[in-house]
Every structure is written in structure tokens, then in C-alpha cells.
């Protein structure tokens, strides 16, 4: 069984839940002080507001799902297909994190997939850190390829009117090579190969076992609802908020009937609801006032080649030293809208690019966590050291990648 523990998001520390909590009063004095008219302020927010709901929605999903133990099931079959091979396990987990990045969001990875990775390691006698490298980096950069993979990615959808057809449709490119080289130059040399892992082969685990029908019957529904959730994105163009608040309401329904302890306030995911609204009172009024003119004199107005690269290289520089999310909205203020390749540039930076310090996105951030709640210490030289390789690989490759098939 999983245990109750890894069932739950894991709790960050006090210290940011408080920088959340200021960073939404802070917005909100901006505009009681007009320093952020009101009018921007809720435009800023009615623009925010469908992605606070798909967020919400796919984290309560993917939540409930790992409570029916969904992913506890895939993850150890996965194992056990891979017979103790690591190069086929690796093959293995690497397309488990990338599909579970792509279709259920990078979050779902970080807060989810960490886990019960990181559960599945004893029982098998698997190497904890390089399961642990692969669902954090993987969560950053296989989070390329449709809106839904990131909060980010919604905003640049939106913002030069591509739905998830034609978004995946540019942005295939420059997805295939950052796994690639996530996979081939970073994960294997860094983490995977027989000298990193320090093992030869590992034990594949028994099968999990659901023993109760109420049990089997949850994760049906569970596994259900995550398929048609799926399917949404790949036949819906629009209404992929909905798509999501509906698949988590029917296994929101579905435990309400056989599992009713397991809905608490706490699956609504708070934390990140609020530093996002937070973050789009605080970076408009910050735009107004000075730092519109630094991002503009960092990334340029062109939409070339060198347009394109200053704003990758803008967006994974700023990522890494104040988080992703922030570095994205500040830039997407200054970019004209017609501007699509430089604005896909910027959004490249800010999720490939954001893999060199622990605090450069949310998603590594949730994935440190809960490492630090499993008793794994990743170690922070190796970590930015790797992590910068990475960065400059992946950031190269997919840029490349997007520029030549513009």
C-alpha cells in the first residue's frame, strides 16, 4: 500500500507558504493604492481565472487518481515489465514522466509521480536518485507540447491565439528535442549509466494487489476519468478548463460514494492558486513601473533569430534566479503579440531553461520536497551542475528546433 503520507501533496515550508500569502496582499495594496488600476487589475485576473480552474481541477484529479493508487499500479508494472533491466526501465519511466507531464500537466509529475517513484525504490531495490532526476527534469522539460502541460504554456497559447492542435503543431519540434536531450545527454550520463546508478540489475516488485471492490472500483473510475481527460485535450480546442473540472468531478463523485474520508479542503492545491493570482497583480503593476524597460532592453522587439534567442536566454537566466512563472509574465508583457517565435522562445527558456536551481520552478521545488519527505537528499553541487549542462543543451536544441521548422 501506499502510505498516507505519500498520498497527500507534501506541505512546503512555512517560509514560502508566507511569501505566497505576501506576494497576494501585496498585489492586492497595489491596487487599493491605484498604483495597479482597478480595471487592469481585473483584466489581469479574468484572464487568469480559466487557468486557476484547469489547474485546480487536474491537481484534485491527479490527486484522487494517486489515492486510488492509479499511478501506483502503472509505476510498478512498469518495473516489472522492465524484468530488472535498468536501460528498459529507464526507457520505461522516462515515457512515464514525459506522457504524464504532456497530458496531466508538470505538477501532476512533481506533486504525484515523485512519490510513488520514490516509494517504488526499495521495494525493488532500485537507485532512489536517478527515478528521483527524471520525474524533475522531466517535469520541466517534456512540459513543451501542448497548453495543458504547464501554466505557462496556457499563457502563450492564449496569448498568440494557437489552440492545442496548432500549438502542439509548433512546438513538436522543440518537445522531441529536449527529451532527447534530457534522455540521451543528461539523465543516462548523469544519473542512469552503471557507474552513476551503482547497480547492475534491480528486483522487479510483486504486481500491486487490489484486493477490495470498492478499491478495484475507484481506480476504474479513476483511470477513467484521467483517459477522457486525455482525450479532451487531444480532440477539444477549447474548453479545457471544463474538460478538467468535469473528469475531476466524476472521481470527486465516485469517492463521495466509496471513499468519502478522502475528500478534504486539502486536494484544492492553495498554495499555488494563490502565488499565481499573487503573481498577476504583483508583475503587471511592477511592468508599469520601471520593469517593463528592463525586460524590453534584455529581450529586444524582434522577432529574428536574435529576437528569438535573447528571449530564450532572458527567460532561462531570470527563471533560475527569481522562478519561471514571474520571469515568464514579465517577459510576455513586452513582447508584441505578433511576435509568435520570440514569445515561443521565451516560453522555451522558462520551462526547459528553469532546471539549474532549486527554486528556478514550482515543480522542482514540489519534487525537493518530496525527496526531502522520502529521506533522499539530492545533492545541491551535483544538482546545479547537472542541471546547468542540461540547461544549456536542451535550450540550444529546442530553440534550434523551433527556428528551423518555423
Not at 499500479?73 to 535498468?86: L, S
Not at 534530457?182 to 540489475?201: C, I, M, N
Not at 486536494?267 to 503573481?279: N, Y
Amino acid at each position: 500500500m501506499v502510505s498516507p503520507r505519500l498520498s497527500r501533496i507534501p506541505r512546503m515550508p512555512s517560509a514560502l507558504d508566507r511569501v505566497r500569502i505576501g506576494l497576494l496582499l501585496l498585489g492586492v495594496i497595489f491596487v487599493l493604492t491605484g498604483a495597479l488600476p482597478a480595471d487592469e487589475a481585473a483584466a489581469s485576473i479574468a484572464r487568469v481565472a480559466p487557468l486557476l480552474l484547469f489547474l485546480g481541477s487536474v491537481i484534485v484529479l491527479a490527486e484522487l487518481a494517486m489515492r486510488a493508487r492509479v499511478f501506483d499500479v502503472i509505476a510498478t508494472r512498469i518495473a516489472i515489465i522492465g524484468g530488472g533491466n535498468y536501460p528498459a526501465l529507464f526507457l520505461l519511466c522516462v515515457g512515464f514522466a514525459s506522457v504524464t507531464t504532456v497530458f496531466l500537466n508538470l505538477d501532476t509529475t512533481a506533486v504525484l509521480l515523485t512519490p510513488v517513484f520514490l516509494a517504488l525504490a526499495p521495494r525493488a531495490k532500485i537507485a532512489a536518485l536517478p527515478l528521483a532526476m527524471t520525474t524533475i527534469w522531466l517535469a520541466n522539460t517534456a512540459s513543451l507540447l501542448l497548453p495543458v502541460s504547464n501554466l505557462t504554456n496556457l499563457l502563450a497559447a492564449d496569448r498568440v491565439a494557437l489552440d492545442a492542435e496548432d500549438f502542439a503543431a509548433r512546438m513538436w519540434a522543440p518537445q522531441l528535442a529536449a527529451i532527447l536531450v534530457t534522455t540521451t545527454a543528461a539523465l543516462w550520463a548523469f544519473y542512469w549509466r552503471r557507474g552513476a546508478r551503482g547497480a547492475d540489475r534491480y528486483l522487479p516488485p510483486s504486481p500491486v494487489r487490489l484486493e477490495q471492490p470498492r478499491e478495484r472500483g475507484l481506480c476504474a473510475v479513476a483511470a477513467g476519468a484521467c483517459v477522457l481527460f486525455v482525450g479532451a485535450v487531444i480532440f477539444l480546442h477549447e474548453g479545457i478548463s471544463l474538460a478538467a473540472a468535469g473528469a475531476a468531478l466524476i472521481v470527486v463523485a465516485a469517492f463521495a460514494v466509496l471513499d468519502r474520508q478522502a475528500l478534504r479542503l486539502s486536494l484544492i492545491p492553495w498554495r499555488l492558486l494563490i502565488l499565481v493570482a499573487g503573481l498577476f497583480l504583483v508583475i503587471p503593476t511592477l511592468s508599469r513601473h520601471g520593469l517593463a524597460e528592463v525586460m524590453t532592453a534584455l529581450i529586444g522587439t524582434s522577432d529574428d533569430v536574435g529576437g528569438a534567442v535573447r528571449a530564450a536566454l532572458t527567460g532561462a537566466g531570470l527563471s533560475n534566479v527569481i522562478n519561471n512563472l514571474p520571469a515568464y509574465a514579465a517577459g510576455e508583457a513586452v513582447v508584441p503579440p505578433a511576435n509568435g517565435d520570440q514569445l515561443l522562445a521565451l516560453l522555451i527558456g522558462t520551462n526547459v531553461g528553469a532546471v539549474v536551481t532549486p527554486w528556478a520552478s514550482l515543480a522542482t521545488l514540489l519534487c525537493l520536497e518530496s525527496c526531502r519527505a522520502n529521506g533522499l537528499v539530492v545533492p545541491l553541487r551535483r544538482f546545479v551542475r547537472t542541471g546547468l549542462v542540461l540547461a544549456v543543451l536542451a535550450l540550444a536544441a529546442s530553440v534550434a528546433a523551433l527556428l528551423i521548422t518555423g
